[in-house]
């Protein structure tokens, strides 16, 4: 016997309605400090300070110190950031530019969040409640709620810096980082109500409200994407480029590795031994030919 279509549609909502779920967000303050926070350590990590090693830097941060972003993430954060980006690329960072060679200036250009958000299914409405406040024996009809099948958040955490080096006494442009942007991602994804299923650059692997995903879930959802690499760009503004200056500091590094440090101890080759040998054999022969003849005893 076969059930009426009407019955089975009746059925599968209700089966449908069973299985579905809620999930809510309910506060972000901790996701947007890390997409901001990540989004810095992205830049941060794409500077290379290499050119300027071991030299006496100072950094410049006139035109960050006014930055004030969410919550732990400001001015302070992207200062500091820097400054261990210089030191690990043995730069020999000063407290003052009077003691420094070179100063380096930095500057942000975009430091916060965004939040977009699509839902499939009908959206909340009000639109019979207008209509029919306009008929005056008309019943109230109420807000027609929300009712989607599925939801996903997206947020994007965005920063911007630019780096460059000059000499401090003769203003001579030395190096340039070029301007560097970075995003950061966290995604939520909701379906029948149940989630937040959340992926992007903030987490280490796939996490469902909160809590990490274990394999092997975590391996398909995580899957491989392939990117191809961007390509270097032309020597311009917005790109890194090394002055002469810097060609000139390289070589003197170049050439201090190869002179001999007076307090490191050299062990001689075979070559040198049998050399140093026969310098001895020599200074000795020569100490024999001229010392005093003994007298003869009587």
């Not at 599968?12 to 810095?40: M, R």
């Not at 290379?48 to 004030?68: E, M």
């Not at 009809?141 to 003769?170: N, Q």
């Amino acid at each position: 016997m076969k059930l009426p279509f009407r019955i089975l549609t009746s059925l599968l909502v209700a089966i449908v309605a069973g299985l579905s779920g809620c999930g809510k967000s309910l506060q972000q303050g901790g996701t947007e400090q890390l997409l901001t926070s990540n989004a810095v350590d992205r830049v941060v990590s794409q500077i290379d300070f290499t050119p300027l090693s071991g030299q006496a830097v100072y950094l410049d941060d006139a035109y960050i110190k006014n930055i004030k972003g969410f919550g732990f993430v400001n001015s302070e954060y992207i200062i500091s950031s820097l400054r261990q980006q210089i030191m690990a690329a043995n730069c020999r960072l000063q407290e003052t530019p009077q003691t420094a060679d070179y100063i380096i200036e930095a500057r942000v250009g975009a430091l916060g969040t965004d939040m977009h958000e699509v839902s499939y299914g009908i959206p909340a409405t009000n639109a019979l409640s207008t209509a029919s406040s306009l008929v005056p024996t008309a019943p109230p009809m109420p807000t027609i709620p929300e009712i989607s099948l599925a939801k996903r958040a997206h947020h994007i955490g965005a920063a911007k810096i630019g780096v460059f080096a000059y000499h401090k006494e003769s203003k001579e442009p030395v190096w340039q980082a070029g301007v560097k942007s970075g995003r950061s991602r966290s995604r939520e994804a909701w379906f029948l109500g149940i989630g937040p299923l959340q992926t992007g650059t903030i987490y280490d692997g796939p996490m469902f409200a909160g809590a990490r995903i274990k394999r092997p879930i975590r391996d398909i959802l995580l899957g491989t994407y392939k990117t191809a690499p961007e390509p270097t760009p032309p020597v311009k503004y917005d790109a890194a480029h090394e002055f002469p200056l810097a060609k000139q500091l390289e070589q003197k590094r170049e050439i201090k590795s190869l002179e001999p440090e007076s307090d490191k101890l050299f062990y001689a080759s075979h070559e040198e031994q049998v050399k140093l040998k026969e310098l001895a054999d020599q200074a000795a022969n020569l100490e024999k030919a001229t010392a005093p003849a003994e007298e003869p005893k009587q």
